[in-house]
Nanobody, 128 residues
Framework: QVQLVESGGGLVQAGGSLRLSCAASGRTFSSTVMGWFRQAPGKEREFVAAINWSGSNTDYSDSVKGRFTISRGDAKNTVYLQMNSLKPEDTAVYYC?????????????????????WGQGTQVTVSS
């Protein structure tokens, strides 16, 4: 089992920044891919960003590319999402997810069904 705990959400004005953290504990595999998803009210959960185990490969949705940065801590069991130039449409509950059995060392899944562990979510609200 892998446990994921997110932190760092909150209320920020448009144009501001927030940094989300996700701490993984329990049985973490050396190949685990970590991802961030978000879900706004009345909408489906959508992919935001993903990073492979080594941190050498990242992927972003078009809506956040150039504004958000995903990274891993030195111990590999923490992943961050630096969010800059926030917009009201970024308002959502943000979830950390882990794929403990990715297809390859550079594989970065973008579908929620490909991830087998999830955090409880953290609310991000961007005011206009």
């Amino acid at each position: 089992q892998v446990q994921l705990v997110e932190s760092g959400g909150g209320l920020v004005q448009a144009g501001g920044s927030l940094r989300l953290s996700c701490a993984a504990s329990g049985r973490t595999f050396s190949s685990t891919v970590m991802g961030w998803f978000r879900q706004a009210p009345g909408k489906e959960r959508e992919f935001v960003a993903a990073i492979n185990w080594s941190g050498s490969n990242t992927d972003y949705s078009d809506s956040v590319k150039g504004r958000f940065t995903i990274s891993r801590g030195d111990a590999k069991n923490t992943v961050y999402l630096q969010m800059n130039s926030l917009k009201p449409e970024d308002t959502a509950v943000y979830y950390c997810a882990a794929d403990s059995n990715p297809l390859g060392s550079s594989w970065l899944p973008t579908f929620a069904l490909e991830y087998d562990y999830w955090g409880q979510g953290t609310q991000v609200t961007v005011s206009s």
